[in-house]
């Protein structure tokens, strides 16, 4: 059992930054991938970012590269997006996700925890 839970949402202005983080408790995650997805009102959920827990190899969605960096901290099992230059198309709920598997993956049914969701308002 994984348990997640997110923070660090709010408003913020277009061109802004702000990162997110999720903490992970449960269980080790050295095998594990962690994964940042969003939900849009009446959008699809949607990829963001993955990162290997085991080596750091991270993954992104070409509509956050380069505006978008996802780490982890080890000791406080926890996972962070740091994004750069929002616009209000990154307005969504962003969900912290985790795979067991260390191969990332961007498909959303293929990650068996989620936490509750954080909202991030983008304000032009």
């Known amino acids: 059992q994984v348990q997640l839970v997110e923070s660090g949402g709010g408003l913020v202005q277009a061109g802004g930054s702000l990162r997110l983080s999720c903490a992970a408790s449960?269980?080790?995650?050295?095998?594990?991938?962690m994964a940042w997805f969003r939900q849009a009102p009446g959008q699809e959920r949607e990829f963001v970012a993955a990162?290997?827990?085991?080596?750091?190899?991270?993954t992104y969605a070409d509509s956050v590269k380069g505006r978008a960096t996802i780490s982890r901290n080890n000791g406080k099992n926890t996972v962070y997006l740091q994004m750069t230059s929002l616009n209000p198309e990154d307005t969504a709920v962003y969900y912290c996700?985790?795979?067991?598997?260390?191969?990332?993956?961007?498909?959303?049914?293929?990650?068996?925890?989620w936490g509750q969701g954080t909202q991030v308002t983008v304000s032009s």
């Open positions: 996700a985790a795979r067991r598997l260390s191969l990332p993956s961007t498909r959303g049914d293929e990650y068996g925890y």
């Open positions: 449960g269980r080790a995650l050295n095998t594990y991938t």
């Open positions: 990162i290997s827990w085991s080596d750091g190899g991270t």
